[in-house]
């Protein structure tokens, strides 16, 4: 259990609520143990939000990419909180190793499958590393939809859909099993855009 992640979580929340108003839906989806956290991926806060839109308990680790990691300050935080480097363009297998461990031990990894920040739905495809992720650890996919523009005091809602794991035929996944899952993820990601929980 991350002590430090739990600290700064119980500590930022009411902080983010204040100028980022939230209201959370589907979090009965999230299944015990491990599993893959797949949010689109508009803003810098997203991670934020998403992860103060979730338990503060259960485990959590987060990918994010190696330039951040190179700044003295943030580099140490990111780690302390949960967070590992990946690199971009290539298969970065230590980042795959950490990811596989983690999940095995039970925690939850957030990762963007869009892989970038995108305006819209579209703009670019989603990595498959989610797949051979899924189907090699054993665990489901959150598809998750934090909606809003981000910006402070405006409403934002943040979706949680339901999990579900890839099916492939091998024991690794094909290049087209990989682009079919990623397809099928961002339709998922981007249909819980119409949940609106500050109709309720």
Same mark, same amino acid.
């Given at each position: 259990?991350?002590?430090?992640?739990?600290?700064?979580?119980? #500590?930022?929340?009411?902080?983010?609520? %204040?100028?980022?108003?939230?209201?959370?839906?589907? !979090?009965?989806?999230? $299944? =015990? *143990?491990?599993?893959?956290?797949?949010?689109?991926?508009?803003?810098?806060?997203?991670?934020?939000?998403?992860?103060?839109?979730?338990?503060?308990?259960?485990?959590?680790?987060?990918?994010?990419?190696?330039?951040?990691?190179?700044?003295?300050?943030?580099?140490?935080?990111?780690?302390?909180?949960?967070?590992?480097?990946?690199?971009?363009?290539?298969?970065? #297998?230590?980042?795959?190793?950490?990811? %596989?461990?983690?999940?095995?031990?039970?925690?939850? !990894?957030?990762?963007? $499958? =869009? *892989?970038?920040?995108?305006?819209?739905?579209?703009?670019?495809?989603?990595?498959?590393?989610?797949?051979?992720?899924?189907?090699?650890?054993?665990?489901?996919?959150?598809?998750?939809?934090?909606?809003?523009?981000?910006?402070?005091?405006?409403?934002?809602?943040?979706?949680?859909?339901?999990?579900?794991?890839?099916?492939?035929?091998?024991?690794?996944?094909?290049?087209?099993?990989?682009?079919?899952?990623?397809?099928?993820?961002?339709?998922?990601?981007?249909?819980?855009?119409?949940?609106? *929980?500050?109709?309720?």
């Amino acid at each position: 259990m991350n002590r430090f992640y739990m600290f700064a979580h119980a #500590l930022l929340s009411p902080f983010i609520r %204040l100028f980022f108003p939230m209201r959370t839906v589907g !979090l009965e989806h999230l $299944p =015990e *143990g491990g599993a893959l956290i797949c949010p689109n991926h508009t803003s810098g806060w997203d991670p934020i939000l998403v992860a103060i839109a979730m338990p503060r308990t259960g485990g959590m680790v987060f990918m994010g990419k190696e330039q951040l990691f190179r700044i003295p300050p943030l580099g140490w935080l990111f780690r302390k909180l949960g967070a590992f480097p990946v690199k971009r363009g290539g298969n970065d #297998l230590t980042a795959m190793r950490f990811s %596989l461990n983690s999940l095995r031990e039970g925690k939850r !990894l957030l990762m963007f $499958p =869009e *892989g970038t920040r995108v305006d819209e739905q579209g703009e670019t495809d989603a990595k498959g590393g989610v797949t051979l992720l899924s189907t090699r650890a054993g665990v489901p996919i959150i598809p998750v939809y934090c909606g809003g523009k981000r910006k402070f005091l405006r409403r934002t809602t943040v979706v949680f859909g339901e999990p579900y794991t890839p099916v492939i035929a091998g024991r690794r996944p094909t290049q087209e099993e990989n682009r079919q899952v990623a397809e099928e993820l961002l339709e998922r990601i981007y249909a819980l855009a119409e949940v609106d *929980g500050w109709k309720k």
